[in-house]
């Protein structure tokens, strides 16, 4: 397993990496099929990423197949470009293998070279691997959004989270 920072040459792996994560997972923001994502979506997602000093895609590989990303999104204006907003997506048949943690580990370094201070996500509550990896990686609970989400015929709660560098 590799991990590593995207390149363009990805775009058309990594659209299908978003596709196939939305569809085995319950804990995405969108559901299977509701996401456009095609090669040329993919690519602007990474110009638009690589343009700019506080914002990547850390991504696992496996034989040459994207199979796990984490996206870091900077702050835009002045006052929080300091921070980075997180996605993290990894496909069902590599869970548990501690790509996450690798992928995490990678980002944190990125992140002090770019002086990043604060990496912050929100998590569903139900999500209790992602909860425990979060935690493991030194993220602390800051606060929960209420009924956040609409999942299966019920209201979900999302939990914010921080880490301060």
């Known amino acids: ?6 390149e363009m040459e990805d775009a058309q792996s990594f659209a299908r990496l978003l596709l196939q994560v939305d569809e085995e997972s319950e804990f995405m923001l ?3 099929g509701e996401r456009t994502m ?3 979506s993919a690519e602007t997602r990474i110009k ?3 343009s700019e000093n506080n914002s990547t895609i850390i991504v696992a590989e496996d034989q040459g197949k994207l199979v ?9 204006a002045r006052r929080n470009r300091h921070s ?3 996605v993290v997506g990894l496909l069902k048949d590599y869970r548990g293998q501690g790509l996450g943690t690798r992928m995490f580990q990678k ?59």
């Open 1 to 6: 397993m590799k991990i590593r920072h995207i």
């Open 30 to 32: 969108f559901e299977g």
């Open 38 to 40: 095609d090669v040329s």
């Open 48 to 50: 638009t990423v690589k």
């Open 68 to 76: 796990g990303y984490l996206m870091a999104m900077g702050g835009q």
């Open 84 to 86: 980075a907003y997180l």
């Open 107 to 165: 980002l944190e370094e990125w992140s002090r070279e770019k002086n990043i201070h604060r990496l912050e996500l929100t998590v569903i509550s139900k999500n209790k691997a992602g909860v425990a990896l979060y935690k493991k990686m030194g993220f602390e609970m800051e606060g929960v959004k209420k009924d956040s989400l609409y999942i299966n015929g019920e209201y979900v709660d999302e939990y914010y989270m921080g880490k301060l560098l």
